[in-house]
């Protein structure tokens, strides 16, 4: 009985290292996550669940976080991922432009037109 487990031990390690060595030769390489090639496109794998990973790179350069909306379009062959701007990025963008009494004096003013 001893034997018996012992060849089966030997023999499915042999297998194992045989397969291990056929897929060496056989086997395309993965792609990590991302690969960027010279010409400054990269390529992304897709999940089972449609998933693909946006680079590092674009997502800092267009201030694409967690939870942000991106906007997916399709011209011709190509599909264009636009990032769509959070409202709340928007705060504060026009800061000391107008002080709040003349917005004040100008909401009033556009009240009594209204009337």
């Known amino acids: 009985m001893?034997?018996?487990t012992v060849m089966y031990?030997?023999?499915s390690n042999v297998?194992?290292?045989i397969r291990n060595m056929l897929l060496l030769f056989t086997e395309v390489p993965k792609l990590s996550r991302t690969v960027e090639s010279q010409d400054r496109k990269t390529l992304s794998?897709?999940?089972r669940k449609?998933?693909?990973t946006i680079p590092a790179r674009f997502?800092?350069?267009?201030?694409?976080?967690?939870?942000?909306s991106v906007e997916i379009t399709?011209?011709?062959q190509k599909l264009i991922v636009e990032p769509v701007p959070d409202l709340l990025d928007q705060v504060g963008a026009d800061k000391g432009k107008y002080d709040s009494a003349r917005l004040k004096k100008m909401l009033d003013e556009s009240?009594?037109?209204w009337r």
């Open 2 to 4: 001893i034997f018996g």
């Open 9 to 11: 031990y030997i023999l």
């Open 15 to 17: 297998l194992i290292e």
């Open 45 to 47: 794998r897709v999940t």
């Open 50 to 52: 449609g998933q693909i």
């Open 59 to 68: 997502r800092q350069k267009n201030a694409i976080r967690e939870g942000s």
């Open 74 to 76: 399709e011209e011709g």
């Open 111 to 113: 009240r009594r037109n």
